[in-house]
């Protein structure tokens, strides 16, 4: 049986293969109403396009519009691999991370 790859270890042209793949199963699990597995594999394409980001864009102390979640912004307060750290201005102040592939300049 062969490994797994971890996202880390793969080539940008594996990583866009995989998140083809992802993609391609979530549509499926979308059409036949499997919800969970449908998330599952939505965050898993979230990670994987994380690594095909530069970390180095993102800054800390900057402030970044969510992904997929109008009007709510993140701000940046360090790095960690392809996670930012920090927290959601209009939310409770909790620190949380997320993958910078749902991170976007703000215009």
């Not at 083809?20 to 396009?49: I, P, S």
Request: aromatic share 10%; charged share 30%; proline share 4%.
């Amino acid at each position: 049986m062969q490994q797994e790859k971890r996202y880390s270890e793969m080539t940008k042209n594996e990583l866009r293969q995989e998140i083809a793949g992802l993609q391609e199963k979530a549509r499926k699990a979308e059409q036949m109403g499997m919800v969970n597995e449908f998330a599952v594999l939505e965050r898993k394409v979230l990670m994987a396009k994380a690594y095909l980001l530069n970390p180095e864009s993102f800054k800390p102390g900057e402030i970044y519009e969510i992904e997929g979640d109008p009007g709510q912004h993140f701000k940046i307060d360090y790095m960690n691999g392809v996670f930012a750290w920090g927290y959601r201005l209009k939310g409770d102040g909790k620190e949380e991370a997320l993958p910078i592939s749902l991170l976007k300049q703000l215009k």
